[in-house]
């Protein structure tokens, strides 16, 4: 069973940078394709951006093309999210999701895609 663990959400001022980190148990996060979404209040989840598991592209929402980057890192099997230049709409809960280990040569930012989910964490950028 694949289980995701988010952590390094919290507040910051208009500018400032968080990393958030997604912790893969249960599976292997450099061969999974997997994805960062955010979800603001009353709005939809949407995706912010992913990364294939079989190389090393990543994909971004254009909102955040330029100011988020995604990596990881094999030895510790986490997944992270630099986020810098945040802006106030930038604010919501952040979680980490997970494709089919049969769709690691792609990714998306649909979230009907990925079946592997985590709890999230809260973020929160104020001016």
């Known amino acids: 069973q694949v289980r995701l663990a988010e952590s390094g959400g919290g507040s910051v001022q208009v500018g400032g940078a968080l990393k958030l980190s997604c912790v893969v148990s249960?599976?292997?996060?450099?061969?999974?394709?997997m994805g960062w979404f955010r979800q603001g209040p009353g709005k939809e989840r949407q995706g912010v951006g992913c990364i294939i598991g079989s190389g090393p592209n990543t994909f971004y929402a254009d909102s955040v093309h330029g100011r988020f980057t995604i990596s990881r890192d094999n030895t510790n099997n986490t997944l992270y999210l630099q986020m810098d230049s945040l802006k106030p709409e930038d604010s919501g809960m952040y979680s980490c999701?997970?494709?089919?280990?049969?769709?690691?040569?792609?990714?998306?930012?649909?979230?009907?895609?990925?079946?592997?989910w985590g709890q999230g964490t809260q973020v929160t950028v104020s001016s």
């Open positions: 999701a997970a494709r089919r280990l049969a769709y690691s040569g792609s990714c998306a930012l649909e979230k009907y895609d990925y079946i592997h």
């Open positions: 249960g599976g292997i996060v450099g061969r999974y394709s």
